[in-house]
C-alpha cells in the first residue's frame, strides 16, 4: 500500500497565496485578510535545535488581526481530521501552525500518511493562540495526550478563557487526562463515549459548551471545522466557507447519488486506485479518497505528474507522492481517480501520461472518476465524458455537454465516477466503496468515520 507526505510547512521563498474560494488558486506577495495585509511565509522542513525551531516559530507570527490557531499532531493522528480542519481554517484566512509532538517534524498518520509540521511544539510554548484544536486518532490521541508542553498550552488556553477543540479520541484521551472536561458536554467517537460519565456525553456530530468544541470523527471534521470557523469570524463567514466547499445542494434541486447505465465494478484482486496530483490539487479531496479507500482494503498509489515527487496542494499543503506518473504508468489500476483543485486540474490535464492512462482505462471498459474542477478540466477536454453524465463543482458543471445531472452530488455513469467539491469528497469515496465492496462494506467504513451513508 502506498503512502503520501503531506507538508504543511510555510516555505519562505514561495510566496504563494489563495482566495479562500476553493478553486481560486494563485501566487502572489501576499494575503489580505480584512484591514492586514501579510506576507506569505511557508517555511521548509529543518532538523535544526530547539532554540532554531523557536525562532522560526516566531519569525512566523502574524499581525495582530489574524487569527491564530495551533493544530498538534503526532504519530498515528487521524490525517483526513487534521488536514480538513487546517484546510477549512485556512480559507477562513487563520494563521494555522501545525506542531508535532514527536522528536521530529515528519509524523505518520494513522493510515500511513506522512505529514510534516510546520514546526515542534516545543517552539510554540511562549505563544499565544485564539484557538487550539486538537484532531483524533489513535495512538495519535495519545501521542497528544504525552506531550507535556501541549498539555501546559492547552490548559493555559482555557484558564484564560480562550477557545479550545478536539475531535473523535482527542476529549477523552488528551483533554478528560489534563482535567478539562470537568462539568462540561462533550461529544466522542462512539468507540470511546463509554469511558465518560454519560451524563455529560452528548451524541451531536459537534457540541459546543463554552469556550470548548468537540466532534466525533472523521465524517463530522468539516462540520467542526466551519463550527470553529463561526467561533473566530462569525456566522456570515463559515455560511461563506461552506458555500465554497458544497457540503449541500445549494440550489436544493440534487440528489446525493444518482447512477446511470449501471453495471458491476467486478475486480478480481484487492482494488489498485491510482490518484494523480499535481502543484495545485485540493488536498482535502485528496486525502479523504484515501483515507476511506484505505479504510475498505484497497492499494492506493499516488502518482505527482511534477518532475519530483514533491506538489504543493492548494493550501499549500506539500505531497510526496508514491511514484512519478511516468512510473506508475509501467502498472494497470482498477480504478484511476483524479482529485480537484485549481491549478492542479489543469496541470492533470496537460500531463501527457496520464492522458494516455486515461484513455486506456476508458478504452479497457476500465473505472476512473474525478471530483470538482476535474470532471470538466481534464475528463470532459480529453473527450472521455462523450455520451455520459457527470457533475462538477459549481463554477465548471455549466461546462458538461450533458446537464441532466449536474447537480447531484454523486453521478455514476457505468464505469464512470464524478462528484461536485470537497464537501461531496466522503460521499464520492463511500460510493466507490459501495460498487467496488458493496453496500455492507461501504456502511462498515462510514460508521467507523462516524458518517451517515445509506
Not at 472536561?181 to 462533550?186: D, G, H, N, Q
Request: charged share 25%; hydrophobic share 40%.
Amino acid at each position: 500500500m502506498g503512502s503520501i507526505k503531506l507538508s504543511v510547512c510555510f516555505n519562505l521563498h514561495r510566496n504563494i497565496g489563495f482566495n479562500p474560494h476553493f478553486c481560486q488558486w494563485r501566487p502572489h506577495s501576499s494575503v489580505r485578510n480584512g484591514s492586514c495585509s501579510v506576507a506569505s511565509q511557508y517555511k521548509r522542513r529543518s532538523s535544526t535545535s530547539s532554540s532554531s525551531e523557536e525562532a522560526k516559530c516566531k519569525s512566523s507570527t502574524p499581525q495582530p488581526c489574524l487569527k491564530k490557531v495551533l493544530v498538534p499532531i503526532g504519530a498515528g493522528t487521524e490525517e483526513m481530521e487534521a488536514v480538513i480542519i487546517i484546510d477549512v481554517l485556512r480559507r477562513a484566512g487563520a494563521h494555522v501552525t501545525v506542531a508535532s509532538v514527536e522528536r521530529d517534524l515528519q509524523i505518520k498518520a494513522s493510515l500511513q500518511v506522512n505529514i510534516i509540521a510546520d514546526t515542534l511544539i516545543s517552539s510554540c510554548g511562549q505563544e499565544t493562540f485564539d484557538l487550539v484544536v486538537l484532531p483524533g486518532g489513535m495512538p495519535g490521541s495519545a501521542r497528544l495526550r504525552d506531550s507535556e508542553i501541549l498539555k501546559t498550552i492547552t490548559r493555559k488556553q482555557a484558564e484564560a478563557g480562550r477557545l479550545y477543540g478536539a475531535i473523535s479520541a482527542a476529549p477523552v484521551i488528551a483533554l478528560d487526562a489534563w482535567g478539562l472536561l470537568t462539568a462540561v458536554e462533550v461529544t466522542v467517537h462512539p468507540a470511546f463515549s463509554w469511558k465518560l460519565s454519560s451524563f455529560w456525553t452528548v451524541t451531536s456530530n459537534v457540541h459546543r459548551d463554552k469556550l470548548l468544541t468537540t466532534s466525533r470523527g472523521p465524517g463530522t471534521a468539516m462540520e467542526f471545522a466551519l463550527s470553529l470557523v463561526e467561533q473566530l469570524f462569525g456566522k456570515e463567514k463559515s455560511e461563506e466557507i461552506e458555500k465554497t466547499l458544497v457540503t449541500k445542494n445549494n440550489d436544493g434541486n440534487g440528489s446525493k447519488r444518482e447512477e446511470y447505465n449501471a453495471v458491476d465494478w467486478e475486480v478480481k484482486t484487492i482494488p489498485r486506485v491510482l490518484v494523480p496530483v499535481a502543484n495545485g490539487s485540493e488536498e482535502m479531496e485528496a486525502v479523504i479518497v484515501i483515507d476511506i479507500l484505505r479504510r475498505a482494503k484497497a492499494n492506493v498509489v499516488v502518482a505527482s505528474i511534477e518532475e519530483t515527487l514533491e506538489v504543493v496542494g492548494s493550501r499549500n499543503v506539500k505531497f510526496v507522492a508514491d511514484k512519478l506518473i511516468e512510473d506508475a504508468a509501467s502498472s494497470e489500476y482498477d480504478l484511476i481517480i483524479l482529485p480537484g483543485g485549481m491549478p492542479g486540474a489543469k496541470r492533470l490535464q496537460k500531463s501527457v501520461s496520464l492522458r494516455k492512462l486515461l484513455r486506456e482505462q476508458a478504452l479497457s471498459n476500465r473505472i476512473y472518476g474525478a471530483i470538482c474542477a476535474s470532471p470538466v478540466v481534464v475528463l470532459e477536454t480529453h473527450g472521455l465524458l462523450k455520451g455520459k453524465k457527470a457533475t462538477a463543482y459549481p463554477s465548471f458543471s455549466g461546462k458538461l455537454l450533458d446537464q441532466g445531472a449536474v447537480n447531484a452530488q454523486v453521478v455514476i455513469d457505468g464505469k464512470l465516477i464524478t462528484s461536485r467539491g470537497p464537501g461531496t469528497a466522503i460521499e464520492f469515496s463511500l460510493a466507490m466503496v459501495d460498487k467496488l465492496y458493496g453496500k455492507e462494506r461501504a456502511k462498515n467504513v462510514s460508521k467507523g468515520i462516524v458518517y451517515d451513508y445509506s
